[in-house]
Nanobody, 118 residues
Framework: QVQLVVSGGGLVQPGGSPRLSCVAS??????????MGWYRQAAIDKPREMVA????????NYADSVKGRFAISRDNAKSTVYLQMNSLKPEDTAVYYC?????????WGKGSLVTVSS
């Protein structure tokens, strides 16, 4: 059974720099084959949006709203992907989800709420 377990969310002050981690287990094929991504959903009636993704060989892609502030990285030996978030703003408040994609395989973890507030 595939599991993507996210940790590192919570209440953060504006300007803060938390890091999210997502550990994958039970996935078919090698972890390094998967493109790993972070998505977020600000409210139940808002669409889930891509925040950052990273290919197996380490090539990142970012949403314009987080470029220069967030950094995605991965440790294939640990089957883990990270999202370093810097200079957080209240508009970054959302439930953050971890995603793993390979071909037609598409897995999602449970979300982790990040609230940016003073």
């Amino acid at each position: 059974q595939v599991q993507l377990v996210v940790s590192g969310g919570g209440l953060v002050q504006p300007g803060g720099s938390p890091r999210l981690s997502c550990v994958a287990s039970g996935i078919t094929f090698s972890f390094k084959l998967y493109t790993m991504g972070w998505y977020r959903q600000a409210a139940i009636d808002k669409p889930r949006e891509m925040v950052a993704e990273i290919t197996g060989d380490g090539s990142p892609n970012y949403a314009d709203s987080v470029k220069g502030r967030f950094a995605i990285s991965r440790d294939n030996a640990k089957s883990t992907v990270y999202l370093q978030m810097n200079s957080l703003k209240p508009e970054d408040t959302a439930v953050y989800y971890c995603n793993a994609k390979y071909g037609r395989l598409d897995y999602w973890g449970k979300g982790s709420l990040v609230t940016v507030s003073s």
